[in-house]
Nanobody, 129 residues
């Protein structure tokens, strides 16, 4: 069974850090680009970060709103993708989802939700001011 399970969310103050994890199972993790998205109440799901299948730093992508504060990484030996979030702001408050790309070995359209076809259940991140 193909599955993604996020963890690591919580309630923090502005300026704090959190590290989200996403454990994958049921597929060849090292063959797929992985992404993080988030959705705040009343807003559309938005792209946060993505990482290529081999985790090369040259193939990591970030939304402008998180660039320089968030870092995406992966451990293909543990079938896990991470999102290190530093200098958190109240506007980062949202349910954060990890997702698997629809196709193997591709990096195009990394910010488009429709290019991902496996999603986790989400983990809530709440940042108080």
């Amino acid at each position: 069974q193909v599955r993604l399970v996020e963890s690591g969310g919580g309630l923090v103050q502005a300026g704090d850090s959190l590290r989200l994890s996403c454990a994958a199972s049921g597929f060849t993790f090292s063959s797929y680009r992985m992404g993080w998205f988030r959705q705040a109440p009343g807003r559309e799901r938005e792209f946060v970060a993505a990482i290529s299948w081999n985790g090369a730093s040259t193939y990591t992508y970030y939304a402008d709103s998180v660039k320089g504060r968030f870092t995406i990484s992966r451990d293909n030996g543990k079938n896990t993708v991470y999102l290190q979030m530093n200098s958190l702001k109240p506007e980062d408050t949202a349910v954060h989802y990890c997702a698997r790309a629809r196709r193997t070995y591709v990096n195009d359209d990394y910010s488009v939700p429709e290019q991902y076809n496996v999603w986790g259940q989400g983990t809530q991140v709440t940042v108080s001011s």
